[in-house]
């Protein structure tokens, strides 16, 4: 079954240290993956998404993620973390020829000063 | 370049009534999907409209219903709404094709079933 997993529901960290987000997928094809962010009464916004190639990927506001096949993870990082990070983070599975996404549940980012 | 805009921003319906949310993609962008996010069940696939057909379908019942006109506009319907019908619709619009294409999400129509 195609699925995604993250298995942090809520994460505090300090302004300034460095965060990891935690992504897990099952996905039976070659996976398309993706980390959205959603701020409170938002949308989705991308934050970067990986395809093939080069399994370190960049992505928008100093975020990036790195792709391991062999552990069916897709994690994402950022080395020091803005109290304007505070918000909901979505890891998403898609492929083939159709636009649809499995998300995960999301986990929710908070930053203290 | 506009981006995906969703209408109206927030509705307030009764159990039993039906309802019409809609949605205009990107321009040029002829795939337009459809999303329910509900703090139970989180972000959940409704259906994809790709050149106005129905292109995927989640895993709804028939009450959830969509359609997408020939300026790529997509509407989804549901009708004798229940409480649990309550949720954030986000539609997605991407330029479609035979393969994935990056999606751009909307801001979302908040539905409330009282």
């Known amino acids: 079954a195609q699925s995604v997993t993250q298995p942090d529901i809520h994460i505090t960290v300090s302004e300034g240290a460095s965060l990891e987000l935690r992504c897990n997928y099952s996905?039976?094809?070659?996976?398309?993956l993706f980390w959205y962010v959603q701020s409170p009464g938002q949308g989705l916004q991308l934050l970067l998404k990986?395809?093939?190639?080069?399994?370190l990927v960049q992505g928008i506001k100093g975020f990036e993620a790195e792709f391991k096949r062999s552990q069916s993870s897709f994690n994402l990082r950022k080395p020091s973390v803005h109290w304007s990070d505070a918000a909901e983070y979505f890891c998403?599975?898609?492929?083939?020829?159709?636009?649809?996404?499995?998300f995960g549940t999301g986990t929710l980012l908070a930053v203290q000063p | 370049k506009a981006g995906v805009t969703q209408t109206p921003r927030y509705l307030i319906k009764t159990r039993g009534q039906q309802v019409t949310l809609s949605c205009s993609p990107i321009?040029?962008?002829?795939?337009v999907s459809w999303y329910q996010q509900t703090p139970g069940q989180g972000l959940q696939f409704l259906f994809e409209?790709?050149?106005?057909?129905?292109?995927n379908k989640g895993n709804f019942p028939g009450r959830f219903s969509g359609r997408q006109f020939s300026n790529s506009r997509s509407e989804m319907n549901v009708s004798t709404l229940e409480l649990g019908d309550s949720a954030l619709y986000l539609c997605?619009?991407?330029?479609?094709?035979?393969?994935?294409?990056?999606?751009?999400f909307g801001p979302g129509t908040r539905l409330t079933v009282l």
């Open positions: 997605a619009s991407s330029s479609g094709g035979s393969s994935y294409n990056e999606q751009f």
């Open positions: 996905y039976g094809a070659t996976p398309y």
């Open positions: 990986y395809f093939s190639g080069d399994t």
């Open positions: 998403a599975v898609g492929g083939g020829a159709t636009n649809k996404l499995i």
């Open positions: 321009s040029g962008h002829r795939s």
């Open positions: 409209y790709f050149s106005e057909t129905q292109r």
